[in-house]
């Protein structure tokens, strides 16, 4: 009853990554130019693989969603950021920091599930190469795909309905540059110790679980590759697992260590945060572009045939 009679929580502050003013400049431009990086990045991946029918295939049907999934991480958080960087303008709405949570959940279980999806395509592209066309066929592929936003969702609602429906009447100062569901567990009015454990078992089961099918994934294609014959094959056959797994590190090596630790220190997770939010986002494109030459040749192609086009205006 008490709880009832107290003014409820409209808005949020946040509290940023720093109440130095000039630090504040500092990220501002940081933020920026890496999340105008990640929205050229990974545009240019998916209009290159959109453009070039050569790469109409499992494998960069995949990596095209990979890069709507790392912009769209990248834009549920960044851009408030960069609000709060340059103009101070650190209180959100309550409406908009629950929907801000809401798909932040939604696009990280979706990348979790995506990155297993992608792991599971290379494990039959090595493992079974000669079932690999009937296996990973366009239908099998877009099912797959809507699968992996499909479990984001599940998983984005068992996360934040929890949370939507805590009384919150005040404080309202959230540690963080963006709405973080263990820090609003702190602001809630009433005890949450125990909806907590269930929100760090919820996040962390799903970060290890994909994390251990991962593992044992490329533990059966790592045992394929060791049994080909000639170093070139393994080589190459390795080459193209290379790339996906600095990425599977870059993405869940953050997220495990920020769920499985016994205590949570929130100095710690900011850091982190901006690493797995705005990092590897940026980091993605460029590495995959790095790493592949076939996906390089084709976006020289699509830079030729623009110059091309605007030659002829």
């Not at 130019?33 to 240019?44: A, D, E, K, P």
């Not at 909806?195 to 251990?212: K, P, Q, R, T, Y």
Request: with cysteine; aromatic share 14%.
């Amino acid at each position: 009853m008490a709880v009832a009679n107290e003014t409820r929580v409209t808005e949020f502050i946040l509290l940023g990554l720093s109440s130095n003013p000039d630090l504040q400049i500092i990220f501002f431009v940081l933020f920026l130019v890496m999340y105008l990086g990640t929205i050229t990045g990974n545009l240019l991946i998916i209009m290159t693989i959109y453009m070039d029918s050569q790469l109409h295939s499992p494998m960069y049907f995949f990596l095209c969603n990979l890069s709507f999934i790392d912009l769209s991480f990248s834009t549920v958080t960044v851009p408030r950021a960069l609000v709060l960087f340059l103009l101070l303008k650190n209180t959100i709405s309550f409406r908009d920091c629950m929907t801000q949570l809401f798909f932040l959940h939604l696009i990280a279980g979706t990348e979790c599930f995506h990155l297993v999806l992608m792991a599971y395509d290379r494990y039959v592209a090595i493992c079974h190469p000669l079932h690999y066309t009937k296996i990973m066929n366009r239908r099998v592929c877009l099912l797959l795909a809507v699968s992996t936003w499909a479990g984001g969702v599940i998983h984005a609602f068992s996360q934040s309905l929890p949370i939507i429906q805590l009384p919150f009447c005040g404080p309202n100062e959230i540690n963080h540059f963006f709405c973080e569901g263990l820090n609003l567990y702190l602001l809630a009015c009433t005890g949450t110790f125990i909806s907590e454990i269930v929100d760090m078992a919820n996040s962390g089961s799903l970060a290890l679980s994909c994390f251990l099918v991962l593992v044992i994934s490329y533990g059966y294609i790592i045992s394929t590759i060791l049994k080909i014959d000639s170093a070139a094959g393994r080589w190459k056959a390795f080459s193209t697992c290379a790339t996906h797994l600095l990425v599977v590190t870059l993405f869940f090596g953050p997220i495990v260590f920020v769920y499985m630790r016994p205590s949570v220190t929130f100095v710690i997770d900011k850091p982190l945060a901006v690493f797995y939010t705005a990092v590897t986002p940026w980091l993605n494109p460029i590495i995959y572009t790095l790493r592949n030459e076939k996906a390089r040749k084709a976006m020289k192609k699509l830079g030729g045939r623009k110059m091309t086009f605007l030659r002829n205006i």
